[in-house]
């Protein structure tokens, strides 16, 4: 298995405070926690078989949980206010024609005003979800095989009949 690790470039550190830059770590840290990288790509192959719409949705849906969960991870190792403030310096340097892109920068994704709001207000930003984001993935393996060796049945009547 690779072994994640956190990169922080030069330019990053010296733009962020250091207090910042220790909530950053914390957020990227609950990622490698939580496996989260392992549990998006097990989203991406069982979430193939689905309309695009729905797709798009579902992965949207479990990008904002894991992000608000880690960032509530990272607040509560550093300081609420600390990882609104990076989230926000993080979003302020990006958009400085002058910063080198980053090669990824997953500090700053989805919605930031959002993530923002949810760590200054977090009663009002508990989630609700209908049914478990890890239960449709988990649910949507078998049902990807399934689909998949009927289509390869069908294909395989479909040989036969042509010869």
Known sequence: ?????????????????????????????????????????????????????????LRADWDLAVELCCDELAAQRTHRLTVAAALLSFQRMLLRPSTPAPLMHAFDGCDVALRVRALLQPAAYLPAPRVSLRLWAVAAVPLAFVLHELGEFALRDERRSTD
């Open 1 to 57: 298995w690779p072994r994640p690790q956190i990169l922080v470039s030069a330019s990053v550190q010296q733009q962020l405070a250091l207090v910042e830059l220790q909530a950053l770590v914390a957020h990227e840290r609950a990622h490698l926690e939580r496996r989260d990288g392992y549990w998006r790509l097990l989203l991406v192959v069982s979430s193939a078989i689905l309309l695009p719409r729905a797709r798009d949705r």
